[in-house]
């Protein structure tokens, strides 16, 4: 079955860094675009970002371009998140996700993991 484990969330204050690992298994991973989302306190999901299975296109919400990259390693069946300049807007629960075809779509994404917590403040 679908496995999708994240790690390396925690608490950062503003400006700061962090980066995001999430292990897959249980599907090819290199047929597949891989998807971040997250879920800010009394929100819905909201996708962050997305890769395509090849790894060679990348998507980003506006809210955080320019300071959040993905990266996947179809070698390791990981994808990554780094994250910088974070704001308290940020804090949230990340989850990875598997996407549904090999081209990367906002918001499409069948499986996901059981996330992750950052917390931006000072």
């Known amino acids: 079955q679908v496995q999708l484990v994240e790690s390396g969330g925690g608490l950062v204050q503003p400006g700061g860094s962090l980066r995001f690992s999430c292990a897959a298994s249980?599907?090819?991973?290199?047929?597949?675009?891989m998807n971040w989302i997250r879920q800010a306190p009394g929100k819905g999901l909201e996708w962050v970002s997305g890769?395509?299975?090849?790894?060679?296109?990348?998507h980003y919400a506006d809210s955080v371009l320019g300071r959040f990259a993905i990266s996947r390693d179809n070698a390791k069946n990981t994808v990554d998140l780094r994250m910088n300049n974070l704001k308290p807007e940020d804090t949230a629960v990340y989850y990875c996700?598997?996407?549904?075809?090999?081209?990367?779509?906002?918001?499409?994404?069948?499986?996901w993991g059981q996330g992750t917590q950052v917390t931006v403040s000072s």
């Open positions: 996700a598997k996407g549904l075809f090999s081209d990367s779509t906002p918001y499409e994404y069948d499986y």
């Open positions: 249980g599907f090819t991973f290199s047929h597949y675009a």
């Open positions: 890769i395509n299975s090849g790894g060679g296109v990348t």
